[in-house]
Structure formats: structure tokens, C-alpha cells
């Protein structure tokens, strides 16, 4: 159930590998929309400006777990193209030492913080309650977390994109279910909508949990190589550390964004919410896509196969353009409805605002192969601190956008914050992967063997 990316078609390698993913990815956003569309109908526009206040802070401490998970696996990914089972069976052991430290870790640091840090974003005084019940409980659920991502990441680093899609669906079935349960038929209001999304994370990372000891040899591990050993820990949290910040300093910039965001009444925070997942919605496919670079870049590094980097990176990126102009068609077409399905036909000033969001926003979707597929790709060589600052970039356009344009202009600045984003961390990642692939090619004519990245 393995896939071996070091032979073959690079472009056929993506698509297969990218496919499960891009269609998993939907389905998580899917439920992700449908957490939002049921409060928003059956609870109201404040519940729905409540969740949908939380979201950069949301961002800021679930990306960086999901960070951690995927660096975690580039090691592991790297030994697989190497061939090194047993080394890959400790890196095994001792990720399992460090999700469990940083699950310990962030779950006693965002409980105690969260009313604190709801507070400095400005949320407004008549959904901050709701915003806090809602938060709180996905922050308390981050082991759940971290046990399906890095399960699913292993899978991934392994070549297998499928499997994971199978539990993420599993999971989309539940949260719906537990959604209509806990927050139409109880009702315990956004707090049912958290714990739903919680709940299916974790029984999704048992199935999953249950299908690796049944199938997945490979990453069966033994006593000896549960051993901590300080080399395999450092390397683990040298890959992971940086690309969860990288994440995370992407999200400094996005709170700062929704600061100005929620100053604008939660209207304008109610059609940002709705704005923004359904333009998660058509960007997942982007995170497809860079997670398959990312693996086959890892396992193309370990089996010293540098050549076939090049031809792999220009038809993700050609693939990514043609995806972006054809979703921005569909947004052109469908934005308007869908944006409906999130409140009454009453509330037209909050659909009138979500389809202006999408329409800006989906008009510079064919930037954002540069941003996710070029990061993806240098973390998965072993370059994460050099993507690190991709982030930066972006922190450093979302900060500009909502201290400064936000309060001079608008809403419409707002709808213009990610497309700037994209621009700046492009302008950095372009040069930054020219100078890293033609570094590692220069190595290896030089005769120093495989790359060692720094």
C-alpha cells in the first residue's frame, strides 16, 4: 500500500499522490462549511460571527500542530526513499515521544490563554461568550489532533494518499451527524459544534490507529525503538518546529487582520466567515498539491535522485494555474449562492459582502501554486527553516493589510489582504527555491555526494 515516488512519471506521481488528498481535504472543509452553514441557520448570524471570529486564533494553534505532524514525517519519508527501514522505525518511536510532549504542552498554554487572547483581538462584546466556549474546546481537544495528523502523515510520507482520505471521510460523516445531534436536537450551541469537531477527529485517529496495526508493517514498532535518543529527537524537531512557525507566523499576521476584521461590526465578521470557507473550500486543492511535493521531494532527496526535482516542480506549478483560473469561473458563476446557504435570504448585506470576499479573492487564486507548492517542496528537501520566512512574508503583508488598509478602507481591504500575502511570500519563495535546487545540483556535480541541507 506503499508508493515508491523515486521512479516514474513525475507528473503522474502528483496527480495520483495529490488526488486522495485534494478529495479528503474537501471533505474537510466540507464539514468544516457545514459546522458553520448549521450555526449560522439554526442559531444565528452572532453564533456564526462567534465561530468565525475564532478562526486566525484557530489557525494560529492547530496550524502549528499540523506544522509539527507534517515535518515530523519528512524524516521518516527521507528513509523510506532511502530504504533504511530500522532507522525509519526510530524516528517512528520517538515521534511519538514528541506528540505527546507538545500535546501536554499546548493544550495547558491555549486553555489558560484563550479568553485572554479573544480579548486582545478586540472580539466584540456580543459574541466574545460564544467565541470562548467554542475555542476553548477545540483547544482542549488538540490530542485528538495530533493523533490522527500524525498518524495520517506517516501514511503519507510512506506514499500512501488514500488511506488517510478513508478516515477523513469517516470523520466528515461523524461531524455532520454530531453537528444536527449537538447543536439542532440537544442543543448545547456552539459548544456542540467544537465538541463534534473534536469527537470525529479522535475516532477517526482510532480507526486509523487500527488499520496501520493491521496492515502497515513497516510502521510497527517495538520496544527498543520507543528508546529516546537525542540525534533522532533533534533531527524530528528540526523539520517540525520550523515548518509548525512558519504556520504560525503566518497566523500572527491573520489575527492581526481580524483584529480590524471584528472593529468593523460582526456583519463584516459574519461575511468574512462565510467568505473564507468556502474559498477554503476551492484552495484545498492547493494543500494537495504541496503535501505531494513535499512527499516526493522527501523520498526523491533520501534516494539521491536530485534530477528529478525540476520536472516534478514545474507540473505541479502549471497544474496549479490552470486549477486557479477555472475555480475563480466557478466562484464567478456560483459564489452568490453559495454564500447564501450561511444565513436567511433576509441578511443581504452579509451575502452581498461574502460574494465581494470571494470574487477578489478568487480572481488571484492562480498565485497560490507559487506559495504552497514551492514551501511544500523546500520543506520536503529538508530546506523548512528557508520556508520559514515564506511565512514571514505573509505575516508581514496580513499585519500591513489590517493595521493600516483595514481601518483606511474598509472591508474591501480585507478581501485584499490574502492576495497580498500570496505576492509577498512568492517574491521570496521564487528566488529562494532557484538559489536552494541549484545549490543541491551544484553539490552533486561538485562530487560531494548527497546534500546535507542546512
Known sequence: MVKDMTAGSPAKLIVRFALPLMLGNLFQQFYSMVDAVIVGRYLGKNPLAAVGSTSSLNFLIIGFCLGLCAGFAIPVAQRFGAKETDELRRFVGNIVWL?????????????????????AMSTPPDIIDDAYRYIVIIFAGIPATFFYNILASLLRALGDSKTPVFFLVLAAVLNIGLDLLLVVVLP??????????VASQFIAGVACFVFIGKRFELLHIKREDLR??????????????????????TAIGSILLQSSVNALGSVAVAAVTAGSKISMLFTTAYEAMGV???TYGGQNIGAGKIRRLGPGLRSAIVMGIIYGIAA???????????????VETAEAQIIDYAYRYLLITGAFYWMVPFVNILRFLLQGI?????????GVCEMAARSLAGLVAVPLFGFTAACLAGPFAWLMASAFLIPASVWVLGNIKRSCMEGNGQPLPE
Open 99 to 119: 506528540a505527546v510532549g507538545f500535546s501536554v504542552l499546548l493544550v495547558a498554554l491555549t486553555v489558560a490563554l484563550c479568553r485572554p487572547m479573544l480579548l
Open 188 to 197: 448545547l450551541g456552539v459548544s456542540g459544534a467544537a465538541i463534534a469537531t
Open 228 to 249: 529516546p535518543r537525542p540525534a533522532y529527537l533533534g533531527r524530528l524537531a528540526g523539520m517540525g518546529i520550523p515548518m509548525g512557525l512558519q504556520t504560525s507566523i
Open 292 to 294: 505531494a511535493m513535499s
Open 328 to 342: 475563480f469561473i466557478v466562484v464567478l458563476l456560483f459564489g452568490r449562492p453559495l454564500a447564501s446557504m450561511f
Open 382 to 390: 529538508g530546506y523548512s527553516k528557508v520556508a520559514v520566512f515564506a
